[in-house]
Antibody
Framework: QLQLQESGPGLVKPSETLSLSCTVSGGSISSSSYYWVWIRQPPGQGLEWIASISYSGDTYYNPSLKSRVTISVDTSKNQFSLKLSSVTAADTAVYYC????????????WGRGTLVTVSS | QSVLTQPPSVSAAPGQRVTISCSGSSSNIGNNYVSWYQQFPGTAPKLLISENNKRPSGIPDRFSGSKSGTSATLGITGLQTGDEADYYCGTWDSSLSAWVFGGGTKLTVL
């Protein structure tokens, strides 16, 4: 059974860079059939797609976040990562990693999510 | 303001049927698959419906999806109190080159 697990600091200071990793177990991140995705959900609000990456490094970013976001994949560790720079309180959210079979498929496996709070 | 429009809330009695709508445009729902997600408080979303109307393994056939033009609908029959959750629609937007979601609908089973 595929499992995804987010990890990273739960508290980030304003103007700093948020860094998260997602470790994939029970399957290989190197499959050409899938994209790996970050999605976030501010407290009490809806879902917002952040970025997607294939095992080969093809990337897609939310236009509203593109200037601040970097998504990367490390096949040797079966992990992919997210960096979000110049964070503000508006970036406080639960961050989920997920699997996407094909760029326009559906998110079939999700991590449990990790809450990141932006505060000094 | 979400690209896809869902009603903020719907409600129905146990055993009844409810539908949740998701409205978009030709650049998203009109030309791409729609998926639906169920989310209980404090947990990750779970895939309910993929490719407009396909149920992943383990999803009861009480849940169904349909699409017509630039709108999609999630249907739930035989409502149970355990179905109380938030439901989100999502799809790829070809103009934005981005995944977009509806704002979510809170289902209350009275």
């Amino acid at each position: 059974q595929l499992q995804l697990q987010e990890s990273g600091p739960g508290l980030v200071k304003p103007s700093e860079t948020l860094s998260l990793s997602c470790t994939v177990s029970g399957g290989s991140i190197s499959s050409s059939s899938y994209y790996w995705v970050w999605i976030r959900q501010p407290p009490g609000q809806g879902l917002e797609w952040i970025a997607s990456i294939s095992y080969s490094g093809d990337t897609y970013y939310n236009p509203s976040l593109k200037s601040r976001v970097t998504i990367s994949v490390d096949t040797s560790k079966n992990q992919f990562s997210l960096k979000l720079s110049s964070v503000t309180a508006a970036d406080t959210a639960v961050y989920y990693c997920a699997r996407l079979p094909g760029l326009v498929g559906s998110f079939d496996y999700w991590g449990r999510g990790t809450l990141v709070t932006v505060s000094s | 303001q979400s690209v896809l429009t869902q009603p903020p809330s719907v409600s129905a009695a146990p055993g009844q049927r409810v539908t949740i709508s998701c409205s978009g445009s030709s650049s998203n729902i009109g030309n791409n698959y729609v998926s639906w997600y169920q989310q209980f408080p404090g947990t990750a979303p779970k895939l309910l419906i993929s490719e407009n109307n396909k149920r992943p393994s383990g999803i009861p056939d009480r849940f169904s999806g349909s699409k017509s033009g630039t709108s999609a609908t999630l249907g739930i029959t035989g409502l149970q109190t355990g179905d109380e959750a938030d439901y989100y629609c999502g799809t790829w937007d070809s103009s934005l080159s981005a995944w977009v979601f509806g704002g979510g609908t809170k289902l209350t089973v009275l």
